[in-house]
Nanobody, 118 residues
Framework: QVQLVESGGGLVQAGESLRLSCAAS???????????VSWYRQAPGHQREVVAA???????NYADSVKGRFTISRDNAKKQAYLQMSSLKPEDTAVYYC?????????WGKGTLVTVSS
């Protein structure tokens, strides 16, 4: 059973940076490497939305709201993915979730809370 655990969330001020990590277990690195890994977020009263994704080949995509500020990356050998968040804004406040998918239903972590104060 694949498990994903997010970490790195916290309380920061607007303009500051945070780096989120997503650690996968229950899977070998060669299999993790073929998964597309995505970061989603869900703010209070809002639907969950995709923030960034990285494919097995390293292609990245970002939501317009975070382009130029967030960077997604992965380390397949460590079975980890990352979300570097810079120039954070209060509207980035949300629970951030990691998701890994290949075929079938994606796997999800339980999320990490990011709070950005103004």
């Amino acid at each position: 059973q694949v498990q994903l655990v997010e970490s790195g969330g916290g309380l920061v001020q607007a303009g500051e940076s945070l780096r989120l990590s997503c650690a996968a277990s229950g899977i070998i690195s060669s299999i993790f490497s073929i998964y597309t890994v995505s970061w989603y977020r869900q703010a209070p009263g809002h639907q969950r939305e995709v923030v960034a994704a990285i494919t097995r080949g390293g292609t990245t995509n970002y939501a317009d709201s975070v382009k130029g500020r967030f960077t997604i990356s992965r380390d397949n050998a460590k079975k980890q993915a990352y979300l570097q968040m810079s120039s954070l804004k209060p509207e980035d406040t949300a629970v951030y979730y990691c998701s890994a998918s290949y075929v079938g239903m994606p796997y999800w972590g339980k999320g990490t809370l990011v709070t950005v104060s103004s």
